[in-house]
């Protein structure tokens, strides 16, 4: 673990307000929380100011079940499309990134099928869907029809694995959208047994490619009793219960031991978000309270992510976000992309350093993984014609995690 980092003591303070902050607390004032870690571009003495190191973080507790690896591709249906286990004819692993698609209207049919022709150009061997999976309410059941008619349907031909993650409307409750009720999601987990490309082995879980000597690893985790709209009146689902506890724990301990070169995080609530939903700590507006703010998942995405992982996929907002890695994030690339089916109103909310953004467009992206660094593909499409532009291409070529070693054969 590396030295101490500082954070925003605010969500969505301007990278200039951040460490403006960091600048007054080392002149002594108000100290600064920390995450416990910092990118090596970092200056401590600038920044640290005499900060503590972050708490210590929760042990799973005995007895309890650890969620699904990929290194046994637990959870999957007879027949399921296979995981790459070798870089495609360019040399690279190449996934599909999709947000918030789970309507089956038009929209959606019109992304999948501009997504379905770059799928094939670029050699794609994996997908993800970043949460909102079956709006508005999520499934009644593990064989609901809307499984085939918001998913299976749209999605013909994208024939590969999909990792899936939980949003909140799939947990809605009495409210629909509101994350209410968690316990919805095992019906997405039971999903999986049945489907060729649906992937959800746990309601988070890990998944390295290639599963022997990994070039990338995924870790998806679930925020929603994190950022729920209501408070969770189940305790076992409650923010500080103890399945938020053990998937904290379980994060913290599967970063920590993965042999992956990169690092990728899949969430449905991003960490910072430009759009008009707001960063994890003030999600719409709200900055107190457990639960709608999202402040506990902020410290969390501090205290475990930040500086380990190098990026935060995410979507909720129902944009295109390719956020700057700062010092903030400790080298950690946030990007939103949740308008595979839904957009947004068209203009930016908040100022964190972007390399490109889009809040008014429908689109998804293309992550490609090699040895020699991460390009992410930001692409827009045109419904009527079922069309995407390629939009935007940044790369990073330098691990955020010290000492990260590439298999051997990539």
């Known amino acids: 673990m590396c030295e101490d980092e500082l954070i925003p003591p605010q969500a969505d303070m301007t990278e200039k307000q951040w460490l403006r902050a960091g600048s007054d607390a080392a002149a002594g004032g108000p100290p600064m929380r920390t995450t416990g870690r910092v990118p090596q571009f970092v200056n401590r003495r600038t920044l640290l100011g005499g900060a503590v190191a972050g708490a210590a973080l929760a042990v799973l507790p005995t007895g309890a079940q650890p969620p699904a690896s990929a290194a046994t591709r637990a959870g999957g249906a007879a027949g399921a499309f296979p995981f790459p286990e070798h870089p495609n004819g360019k040399g690279e692993f190449a996934i599909l990134v999709t947000g918030d698609a789970g309507t089956g209207d038009e929209a959606q049919y019109a992304v999948a099928a501009a997504a379905r022709d770059v799928c094939r150009a670029e050699q794609i061997g994996l997908a993800v869907g970043l949460g909102d ?211 947004e109103d068209g203009k930016a909310h908040f100022g964190h350093p972007s390399a490109w953004q889009d809040f008014a467009a429908h689109g998804f992206m293309v992550l490609k993984v090699s040895r020699a660094g991460l390009t992410i593909d930001a692409y827009t499409v045109d419904v009527a014609t079922r069309k995407a532009t390629l939009a935007h291409r940044t790369q990073q070529r330098k691990p955020v995690a010290a000492g990260a070693k590439a298999p051997a054969h990539a």
């Open 133 to 343: 999976n079956i709006y508005e309410n999520g499934p009644e059941s593990d064989h609901d029809s809307e499984f085939q008619d918001k998913f299976e349907k749209p999605n013909a031909g994208i024939d590969v694995p999909w990792l899936m993650v939980l949003g909140n409307h799939d947990c809605s409750g009495l409210i629909p959208g509101s994350g209410g009720d968690p316990s919805r999601g095992d019906r997405e987990v039971s999903y999986a047994a049945t489907s060729r490309r649906w992937h959800m082995p746990s309601r988070y879980y890990s998944v390295p490619l290639p599963a022997a000597e990994p070039l990338v690893e995924f870790f998806a985790i679930d925020t929603i009793p994190w950022s729920s709209y209501v408070a969770q009146l189940d305790p076992h689902y409650r923010w500080d219960g103890p399945y938020m506890r053990e998937q904290r724990s379980w994060l913290d301990g599967a970063l920590g031991a993965s042999r992956a070169r990169w690092k990728v995080v899949l969430s449905h609530h991003p960490y910072l978000n430009n759009g008009k939903h707001g960063s994890a700590g003030s999600y719409d507006g709200f900055e107190i309270g457990n639960y709608t703010s999202g402040i506990h998942l902020k410290e969390m995405y501090e205290e475990v992510v930040l500086g380990r992982a190098d990026l935060i996929l995410s979507g909720h907002d129902h944009t295109l976000q390719l956020l700057e890695p700062t010092a903030r994030t400790g080298g950690t690339r946030q990007v939103v992309c949740g308008a595979s089916a839904k957009t």
